[in-house]
């Protein structure tokens, strides 16, 4: 008897190839058992099936009971090869694991390579939901009412001449033509006009959610005015501007529903400014040590601000300082002449 001949193969495998080959035989022959568990189960559909169709009842229960015998036999033919191929694929891992050896020291890491061109642009996310509006501000007191102005004098009435004896009574004589009209007097002078109104003004806030940045003016929207003494001008600032030589009522009222950083102090300050004075007419302080998640209402109350020596209008506005920008809605101011 000669011994047997193997042939050569070429290229050579290798022990990790050798294992990879032996990982993969187990692959398809659990590939190949699931297509015959499959096969098994499609037949016990055919058979029950056909049994309900052509068979009577008790036929049919020995038929189901002898395929259900066949499948046994064969399931306990199949676990049994799972477990010869779980051993054999612990025994190629244990030998894969023990081939591994202690990790090497980590390498100089090599040269920066040169950057990609950017990716597309990601879809935008969903816009999130609208917060909750804030509480409506504190109305301000309404200012006294003026007093009514004088009437003016009336016309002046000519003298009455005295009166002349009374004559004999005479004949009766035919009554003769109508005298002419007299003249009318002349009409006496008008007096000064009365004041029968006062000069008010409203603001509201510009939009909702107005951002409002640091050093920067409210930009109050002009509601109504029932006369001229008080003009706003956007084009300057939105400065609000004052007549000289006098007296008002100023009120205002702003919600701040959000502030950017609370590690910062903030400011809200109402100022006046002409070429004669410049100065702080009312400032609402807010620390940092105080709470700035929820939303806050700042409020003046009633402030009387005369511009009497001034010579030219006075400008009014309503600042913030901060190093951070708020988020405000819901915005009111009232300015009335007393």
Known sequence: MSMPMFPIISPEITREKALNMILASIAMEELGLSHIINAEGEKIQYVLKELSEHADS?????????????????????????????????????????????????GATGATGTMGPPGPRGATGATGATGQRGSKGITGSTGPTGSTGSTGPAGIQGVTGATGSTGPKGVTGATGPAGRTGTTGATGPMGPPGKSSKCCAAFSETAMEYRWKNSQPFPWKYDFSNEKCIDYDACEDGMILLEPDRCYSVSFSINIIGVENTRQNLAILLTVSSPELCKDLFTYYKSNSLSYYTPFTV????????????????????????????????????????
């Not at 015998?69 to 025994?91: A, C, T």
């Not at 600042?319 to 951070?324: F, G």
């Open 58 to 106: 008790d036929a049919a229960i020995e038929k189901v009971i002898e395929v259900n015998k066949s499948v046994e036999s064969l399931m306990e033919v199949v676990m049994q090869n799972q477990i010869f191929l779980k051993s054999k694929m612990d025994k190629v891992i244990e030998i894969m694991i023990a081939d591994i050896g202690p990790t090497g020291a980590t």
């Open 299 to 338: 409020t003046s109350g009633t402030i009387l601000l005369s511009t009497h020596g001034h010579h030219e209008k006075v400008a009014l506005a309503t600042r913030l300082r901060s190093p951070n920008s708020v988020i405000c809605t819901q915005a009111h101011l009232s300015i009335i002449e007393v």
